[in-house]
């Protein structure tokens, strides 16, 4: 279909906008999904805001418990599925071409398609605010209250709905990735040579791939309840709720750990730079993360323990819950055997690292306690869980993705942060985050349940809850500080130069920002901390410091060239989903449009003739 | 994907790792994610077996002998895949687009074989709505013979591909990758074959209490 | 270059050729095997479900092996593919686990609430099925109208009573959709051939009771009142008449119109 491609010219230019929607550059769509993410991590941070102030005090009127409800859904949906896991691809799609020393991904349009997919399933997601029917039943929107006629209006159509886009985004996305790792590693990285954030790349593109097709048919099935007659989780009909909650658990598990394993990988990368050693335990950390991967498939219904499985089941998943803390555990004491007898600097990224360990282990802890099946008949649904949830996720994986922000940053930007105000936007989460939610461990051992929109004056929670909201006042401004050092830092920072932390990876050989075709030539890797080992090498034959590789003229390396067919498809299959909630005719329209789009992009090279 | 029968430079001949194609390693990736789809649309078929709270029941739905021979012509579909991906090989063009007509052809009869007998089911009383047999059974085969026919229209579009002359020992790739997902399809069928038709085609509802 | 050339050998034109010859044998064992007329399937007895399984899984290993072409290329894709289908495998063996052997009973609300299975009156069903699909072609297997919901009553096998007419609206809308979805009616009370509620009153008769429920109250008034406020009255000597469960204000988000509707719906059930 010559014509096709005809019609409208094949982009090729790298300035406008133009060229940002139809990039196929695997750090600008890092950049894309970074920004966008951390619009979102703004916008689900006020709902947290709101839910606060309405807590801050006992038998508060502020919100009602409608808008209460679409806030914490709606929190805990973008936070997960539009904050956490898009920070995790922005870092995937910035550093592993160039950790692993390739030019770009596999698959550079798939890689766009899954950027455009993330944004119009986010916007497919929060459409129900335009009409005031947010989703409200909750980010695991448990059945029957998610069926008609207990939530009669659209907002579990549209949380439905967009999470099926948001779905084929994180697949497409990790299949990607997957292929990427496998296959297009320089020469001399064997797997056991890769940085150890590759390899968490790899383990939760895994656990992505074979997740996320069980929520997928969990969604579509209560899809089918709410808008084709049938009754997969309604007792009315036959249907059991609970097959509900074990196919949101089946992909929820996998996905918690999704969700923790890349900042991991961060902080494996962090604490040797800063370090000055080489990660401890390379192996054990590479097994352990190997282990955590597989496991992680055996522990779901630990959130079930209170529905009524039976005793065995019950006993089974607490063994295998407590099992899975020991490959964790091993990660902490490499961390810490990381920074043994190591000459530690104490950059903001370094920080960060070292925050997410602490906090991480508070929250372990408390997760461990959760393993128990009885303690956990106590805990389950109170704000104890919250506090676990908090403490994992925000002092883990956003600690962590922070560490990851401030150490390569510089590297995209070309310009160091600044320390002062990083070292204050540090505190002030730390703090922050702790005086949040460290009492929200009491308050929920006391009796205070989830997602309740008030509490009597008689209940005893108000002094706890009046402290997480004050402690939410100092993580707003943590926010702040850090918008404007970010900000600050990219127009006037210091010029950061290709290696400012003197750093193992192969990524610091290149320059800040790095070229578009990353390397001029693809390095031999000579082991693991294959830069390292070219600085000592240097270093004893007598050279002076190694500089970085030098730009080439671009037009002597063909890249990948942009393409429009990915927004395209990614506009086409968002309306196949939004016509199910308003005619089935946009549906249609929007398959035809997908796939002319397939066709287009089937029809088109990888990169055209004129680029050569 | 490439344009014409040359291999697209720097394409199939680039540097790889394992020294496999990147596209065929996907294919693999996808299918084992696929897996987990279909199994747990399965699995929720297994679960409400025997929970429908009303009639029509399998027993009384299902037809074994009929969904027996549309399996046969998927069977036979999956023999002609593999000799359009030969011709490819060796470069025969006639009979890759006559093995690929097959293909598509044979395809085509399953989805017709699915429409007319899921077409007697409702009439007979078989909904999405009416009880859960009827939920996962049309859920299940619904998305199989989606998947039949977003193959069959690759198919196709590989036929257009070698009628112009542009499939061939170069492009042998995007055959066998095609071919990858044709014999999954085929593979998934002839699971669902055995769990829906030959094992649970006979269930009934629950039975009266003995002594009546 | 073609990258297939990179695997090793490829099966002949013959060999394929068997393969399909083997599938096709197994599937007629397969079906010979459970066909009742053919007298086997009696005989196998629990033997059934491992026996067709192993054939199954005979003939998924040989188009993977042999037309997949898995046997011959790197073992890469085999351990890629293997991950999915026995984390498939696995998973749908710990659900069906869950579901039926590790306590909690899930399946006893179905065995106490399903009727009896009767092979003839399944046929009878069938026949009055499919001349009803003769008479009136429905293009969709999504349900137009709502599923035959089964009554049962102690002991006997009863036939779901036909659905009464819908009473058609000046607004056009029909309660018997609203009681049965936006309403919600349907999910706690019980009307014959529609409904088959949890809690609450019965409502099957009350196009005939409704007058005499509260005193003073016309029977489109009462059941007028008793959606849009609950709470109001609650009749004493009707079964499952709690005061309480329907709260107030459940109704809240039904229009005039549709709570008209749902009168007109509910003074039709005599």
């Known amino acids: ?612 | ?212 | 270059m073609s990258s297939s050339h990179q695997e090793g050998h490829h099966p002949t034109f013959k060999q394929y050729v068997w393969v399909a010859i083997i599938l096709f044998a197994i599937t007629i064992v397969e079906f010979v095997l459970i066909w009742p007329r053919a007298g086997i399937v009696e005989s196998l007895g629990y033997s059934k479900l491992p026996l067709l399984a192993i054939l199954s899984a005979i003939k998924f290993a040989i188009v993977i092996a042999f037309y997949m072409h898995l046997k011959f290329d790197n073992k890469l894709f085999t351990w890629v593919f293997l991950a999915g289908l026995f984390l498939a495998f696995g998973v749908s063996v710990a659900l069906l686990g869950l579901f039926t052997a590790l306590g909690g009973e899930p399946r006893a609300y179905a065995l106490e609430r399903a009727i009896p299975y009767d092979a003839e009156e399944a046929e009878h069903q069938r026949e009055q099925q499919k001349k009803k699909a003769a008479e009136t072609p429905v293009a969709t297997i999504a349900p137009t109208e709502p599923a035959p919901v089964a009554t049962k009553s102690s002991g006997t096998v009863d036939t779901p009573t036909e659905a009464p007419d819908p009473v058609v609206q000046p607004s056009g809308l029909d309660g018997q959709e609203i009681f049965l979805g936006s309403g919600g009616c349907g999910a706690c009370h019980t009307v014959d051939g529609v409904s088959q509620g949890l809690v609450g009153p019965d409502l099957s008769h009350l196009g005939t009771e409704a007058a005499e429920r509260k005193p003073g109250m016309s029977a489109e008034d009462y059941i007028f009142e008793s959606i849009r406020d609950p709470q109001a009255f609650v009749a004493t000597g009707v079964e499952r008449a709690i005061p309480g469960i329907m709260t107030a204000g459940i109704t809240g988000g039904l229009s005039d119109e549709e709570v008209q509707a749902l009168v007109d719906f509910l003074l039709a059930q005599k």
Request: net charge negative; hydrophobic share 50%.
């Open chain 2, 1 to 212: 994907m490439a344009h014409a029968v040359e291999p697209a430079p720097h394409a199939e001949e680039e540097y790889t790792t394992t020294g496999l194609n990147h596209r065929k390693l996907l294919m693999w990736v996808f299918l084992g994610s696929d897996c987990m789809f279909f199994g747990t649309l399965i699995a929720t078929y297994m679960v409400y077996r025997g929970q429908s709270l009303n009639g029509p029941y399998p027993i009384d739905i299902i037809n074994v002998p009929v969904t027996t021979i549309s399996t046969f012509v998927l069977l036979c579909s999956s023999f002609a895949m593999v000799q359009a991906l030969a011709a490819t090989n060796r470069d025969d063009q006639k009979a890759i687009r006559i093995w690929l007509l097959a293909t598509a052809f044979l395809g085509a009869i399953f989805i017709g074989f699915q429409i007319v007998e899921f077409n007697a089911f409702k009439n007979e009383g078989l909904t999405l709505g009416v009880n859960l047999f009827g939920a996962s059974f049309f859920t299940l085969t619904g998305f199989h013979g989606a998947h039949v026919t977003l193959g069959v229209i690759w198919l196709l579009g590989m036929a257009v591909l070698a009628f112009k002359g542009r499939v061939g020992p170069a492009t042998a790739l995007d055959v066998e990758i095609l071919g990858l997902y044709w014999h999954f399809v085929d593979i998934v069928w002839i699971i669902i074959f055995t769990l829906l038709y030959l094992i649970g085609g006979f269930d009934t509802g629950p039975l009266p209490p003995s002594g009546g």
């Open chain 1, 1 to 612: 279909m010559a014509t096709l491609t005809g019609v409208l010219a094949r982009p090729s230019g790298y300035t406008g906008v133009w060229s940002w929607i139809t990039t196929v550059d695997h750090k600008r769509i890092g950049i894309l999904y970074g920004f966008t993410a951390f619009a979102m991590l703004l916008i689900a941070g006020l709902e947290a805001g709101v839910m606060r102030s309405q807590l801050a005090t006992a038998d508060s009127e502020l919100i009602g418990p409608g808008v209460f409800n679409q806030m914490f859904t709606m929190h805990a949906t973008a936070m997960v599925f539009n904050v956490i896991m898009p920070l995790s691809a922005s870092f995937f799609n910035l550093i592993v071409p160039l950790a692993i020393g390739a030019r770009d991904v596999a698959f550079p349009r798939l890689n766009a398609l899954s950027y455009w997919l993330f944004l119009f399933g986010t916007l497919l997601l929060h459409a129900g605010f335009l009409q005031n029917q947010a989703p409200d039943a909750g980010w695991f929107s448990y059945a029957s209250l998610t069926e008609k006629p207990y939530s009669a209006n659209a907002g579990l159509d549209f949380w439905a709905l967009g999470l099926l886009v948001l779905g084929t985004s994180s697949v497409a996305a990790a299949l990607n990735f997957t292929v990427t790792i496998i296959n297009m590693r320089a020469p001399g990285m064997g797997l056991m040579r890769m940085p150890l954030f590759i390899w968490m790349t790899l383990i939760t593109s895994i656990l992505l791939i074979l997740a996320f097709p069980v929520i997928t048919v969990g969604l579509i099935e209560l899809t089918m309840d709410r808008n084709f007659g049938t009754h997969f989780f309604m007792p009315q009909g036959g249907g059991d709720p609970l097959l509900w909650q074990h196919l949101f658990w089946v992909f929820g598990h996998p996905e918690v750990y999704i969700l923790i394993l890349p900042p991991m990988g961060v902080v494996s990368e962090v604490l040797p730079a800063f370090s000055r050693k080489p990660l401890f335990g390379y192996p054990f950390m590479v097994f352990s993360g190997i282990v955590i991967g597989i496991m992680s498939w055996a522990v779901w219904s630990h959130h079930m323990f209170t529905t009524g499985l039976g005793p065995v089941a019950n006993s089974v998943f607490t063994i295998t819950t407590m099992l899975i803390a020991v490959p964790t555990g091993v990660k902490i004491f490499n961390w810490i055997g990381t920074m043994w007898g190591g000459a530690i600097e104490f950059k903001t990224s370094m920080l960060f690292a070292v925050g997410f360990i602490a906090l991480f282990i508070i929250g372990g802890l408390s997760g461990v306690s959760h393993a128990v099946a009885p303690a956990d008949s106590q805990q389950q649904d109170t704000y104890y869980i919250v506090a676990h949830i908090h403490y994992v996720l925000f002092g883990g994986s956003l600690f962590g993705i922070f560490a990851g922000i401030y150490y390569w940053g510089p590297k995209f930007t070309g310009k160091m942060f600044g320390e002062g105000l990083g070292k204050l936007h540090f505190w002030l989460m730390f703090i922050g985050m702790n005086v949040t939610f460290f009492p929200m461990h009491f308050v929920g051992m006391n009796g205070m349940p989830r997602r309740v929109y008030t509490y009597s004056a008689e209940s005893g929670f108000q002094l706890l809850n009046s402290l997480s909201s004050l402690g939410y006042i100092i993580l707003f401004f943590a926010f702040v500080v850090f918008i404007i050092n970010f900000l600050r830092s990219s127009k006037n920072g210091a010029e950061a130069g290709n290696d400012p932390w003197d750093a193992p990876g192969l990524e610091w050989s290149i320059s800040s920002p790095p070229p578009a075709y990353n390397f001029a030539k693809i390095p031999q890797v000579l082991g693991r901390d294959h830069f390292w080992i070219v600085k000592e090498l240097a270093r004893e034959a007598g050279q002076g410091p190694v500089q970085a590789e030098a730009h080439v003229d671009e037009r002597t390396i063909h890249m990948p060239s942009p393409s429009y067919w990915p927004i395209i498809i990614a506009f086409g299959v968002t309306w196949i989903a939004g016509g199910i909630l308003t005619h089935y005719a946009l549906s249609f329209i929007g398959g035809l449009i997908a796939f002319v789009g397939v066709v287009g992009w089937g029809n088109e090279p990888a990169s055209a003739q004129s680029d050569h």
